[in-house]
């Protein structure tokens, strides 16, 4: 504002900025809060809900994987891993590469590890008896990721990261962990975190959705299925939903947000799926298909139960649209019956070539799902790692709670306990809670942050229900 603004304008504006302050306000570098209500955040309202997190053996199962996730994030990861804690005296973390660039190597670690750290925070299952921190510094090591995190994107500074292929996830990991964390933010680390996620999310207002196989059953992009591309790009919209529910854009948003969550885990036999979903027959929604019609689906050149789970599992609306006491959308929920279906239930025959990329499926043959021996089946072959489990741990969580798995013949808590115990172990060889040692384990370079932000994620979920039974909706979806 000028000098010249009335004083009666100031202060109807300084009322508007529910958490700016009057030395903020004061200080023209600071981004200020927008003084429009079309365009605020509405945070979290905490005390609207009632329950604990639950008590029940499958939750604090979970809630143990967080809470060691939570150790080696506070302990070795900070100060060791990324060497954040010698940053303490700079106002933020400088994430940039020797050469100035900021890749998925800087910035998807933190912004993974944030939803980990701020979910555990915010639920009440933070110990800091378990990870030997004190709750104080904790808070403050999440608040000052997310600060760093959200200063750095392009939205807030010249050259900064975002505007990428992947971009729109971490700026969804980040925006979640913000708007759980936004009464412990500074009014200037509220503004970056706002701003990231509206540019994040206007980037989708006019996307093509893309597809693994056209209409005519083509194939687009040959042995990479746009699945979970679809899913994670979809994360940022539902944030910006959530976060700013009278933005202009918020339409634009929702739309989008629909018809990506319905691309995810589409199948040729939807094409002609008149079904209404949301608003639409499912048939109008897509132009394309990412699943094959018996659940499974291709990456990384092979039938691959890793991205089986992605899509709408690892970046399931769930949560998200319960913080927010709206009913989930049901085309967050499209198909994942069919995608777990295949993971217990589909039967790989040796030697045979269902796929047309891959080759001839591999020894033993069986379903991906076993107990004998424990472990994952990749009919293919894997290319990550032998010992993933927190993205099959997440998918039968939502297969337990949303009931995906009314089509397999073993039920999703069965396998959870399974699964959930496998990871619990590989975290006990580990005094700092780590779950990985060898580099054959899990090549992926964000390993950990990955598991905190998959153990977290089924935390919420487990949280969610807790709050009562999850609402659903099928209706056509108009801004508030």
Not at 68 to 82: C, D, E, F, M
Not at 331 to 360: E, Q
Not at 394 to 420: C, P, R
Request: proline fraction near 8%; glycine fraction near 6%.
């Amino acid at each position: 504002m000028s000098s010249s603004t009335p004083l009666v304008t100031i202060i109807a504006a300084l009322c508007a900025m529910a958490t700016a302050t009057a030395s903020n306000a004061a200080n023209p570098s600071v981004p200020r809060t927008p003084e429009s209500a079309a365009t605020a955040v509405v945070p979290i309202n905490w005390h609207s809900f009632k329950k604990a997190y639950p008590s029940d053996p499958s939750s604090q199962m979970l809630r143990t994987i967080l809470l060691n996730s939570n150790k080696y994030a506070l302990t070795t990861w900070w100060t060791t891993q990324r060497k954040y804690a010698a940053q303490d005296a700079s106002p933020y973390i400088d994430f940039a590469k020797p050469n100035g660039e900021m890749a998925e190597t800087e910035i998807r670690p933190p912004a993974d590890q944030l939803v980990g750290l701020a979910i555990s925070l915010r639920l009440g299952i933070y110990d800091p008896k378990y990870t030997g921190v004190p709750t104080d510094r904790a808070i403050a090591i999440t608040t000052r990721l997310i600060g760093s995190v959200a200063h750095e994107h392009i939205a807030n500074m010249p050259k900064g990261w975002g505007n990428a292929w992947q971009s729109a996830s971490w700026a969804a990991n980040c925006g979640e962990a913000g708007w759980l964390m936004w009464d412990k933010l500074t009014p200037t680390d509220q503004e970056y975190v706002r701003k990231m996620v509206e540019h994040e999310a206007d980037r989708f207002l006019t996307y093509k959705v893309p597809y693994y196989m056209d209409r005519t059953g083509r194939i687009i992009t040959p042995g990479d299925t746009k699945s979970e591309e679809n899913a994670w790009n979809s994360m940022v919209l539902h944030m910006a939903i959530v976060m700013m529910p009278h933005h202009p854009h918020w339409n634009g948003w929702m739309q989008k947000d629909l018809e990506l969550m319905v691309s995810s885990f589409a199948r040729p036999a939807d094409l002609n799926n008149h079904s209404m979903i949301n608003g639409k027959p499912i048939s109008e929604w897509i132009n394309g298909t990412n699943s094959y019609d018996d659940g499974t689906l291709v990456n990384h050149n092979r039938v691959h139960p890793d991205y089986m789970t992605a899509g709408l599992f690892e970046f399931s609306p769930i949560g998200i649209f319960t913080l927010a006491h709206r009913p989930v959308p049901a085309a967050g929920l499209f198909n994942c019956d069919y995608t777990y279906h295949a993971l217990t239930d589909v039967n790989f025959v040796p030697g045979t070539t269902p796929y047309p990329i891959g080759g001839p499926i591999q020894p033993p043959g069986g379903t991906i799902y076993r107990t004998h021996p424990v472990g994952m089946y990749f009919p293919q072959g894997n290319d990550w790692g032998s010992l993933r489990e927190m993205n099959y741990l997440y998918a039968d969580v939502l297969a337990d709670a949303m009931h995906y798995d009314h089509m397999s013949t073993t039920k999703a808590a069965f396998w959870e306990n399974i699964h959930g115990k496998a990871q619990l172990a590989m975290q006990a060889r580990f005094p700092d809670g780590r779950t990985y040692g060898a580099a054959s384990e899990d090549g992926f370079h964000a390993r950990e942050e990955w598991v905190s932000q998959k153990a977290a994620s089924a935390c919420l979920v487990k949280w969610s229900l807790a709050q009562g039974p999850v609402k659903v909706t099928n209706a056509a979806i108009t801004a508030p």
